[in-house]
Each structure stands twice: as structure tokens, then as C-alpha cells.
């Protein structure tokens, strides 16, 4: 009923830039928090970055002023900027978002991931 799509991600040089985006299709009929995970091998799944459908954002410290996270409300999209990188930024992202599907009740749902690489 409910799609996360993730596109972007990819290789990169320590140093450089890359960007993610995510949007939700199907029955929604609303949208609350939006964000994007990491997980790198043998590492738990952590929080990059989450932004509420008011705008207010939260970011892991790793990441601030490094990345940056936006959303359109009116495609269901949630992008993430990544400028900076560094290798310790290698990882699966993960889209995820807490909706209200058409006639039902809140669930989250997760994207299938993007592997960023960032080479030294």
C-alpha cells in the first residue's frame, strides 16, 4: 500500500558531496516525521538526520553541519545533502516515515537502502 523509493547514493571521494532522496507513494493520507538512517557493517542502525512535516529537524552530531535534510510536503519527499564526507560515512541509508495511511492508522515504513561509499 505504501512505497519508500530511495534513489541517489553511490561513490565518492573523502571530501566531496552527494544526495540523497526518498518519496512515499500509495495511500497516504498523511505524513509526520521523515528521516534517514545508516547502518555500516557490524554497527547497529542509527539516526542521520529526521525532519517533522513543520520543518523542525534533528541531526546525529556526527553529521551537523555537514548534512542537510529537507522535505517537499506536497510529494511526499525527503531529501538528505551530504557535503563533507568522510569514510566513517560509509553505510546503507535507509528512508524512513511514520504515515497515516487512507482509512487506516500510523505506521513506520522503511525504503530498501542505498549504499554510500566514501573512499579515503
Known amino acids: 500500500q505504501v512505497q519508500l523509493v530511495e534513489s541517489g547514493g553511490g561513490l565518492v571521494q573523502a571530501g566531496g558531496s552527494l544526495g540523497l532522496s526518498c518519496a512515499a507513494s500509495?495511500?497516504?493520507?498523511?505524513?509526520?516525521?521523515m528521516g534517514w538512517y545508516r547502518q555500516a557493517p557490524g554497527k547497529q542502525r542509527e539516526l542521520v538526520a529526521s525532519?517533522?512535516?513543520?520543518?523542525?529537524?534533528r541531526y546525529a552530531d556526527s553529521v551537523k553541519g555537514r548534512f542537510t535534510i529537507s522535505r517537499d510536503n506536497a510529494t511526499n519527499a525527503v531529501s538528505l545533502q551530504m557535503n563533507s564526507l568522510k569514510p566513517e560515512d560509509t553505510a546503507v541509508y535507509y528512508c524512513?516515515?511514520?504515515?497515516?495511511?487512507?482509512?487506516?492508522?500510523?505506521?513506520?515504513?522503511w525504503g530498501r537502502g542505498t549504499q554510500v561509499t566514501v573512499s579515503s
Open positions: 525532519i517533522l512535516s513543520g520543518g523542525m529537524t
Open positions: 524512513k516515515a511514520d504515515i497515516r495511511i487512507r482509512g487506516g492508522s500510523w505506521s513506520t515504513y
Open positions: 500509495g495511500s497516504i493520507r498523511s505524513i509526520n516525521d
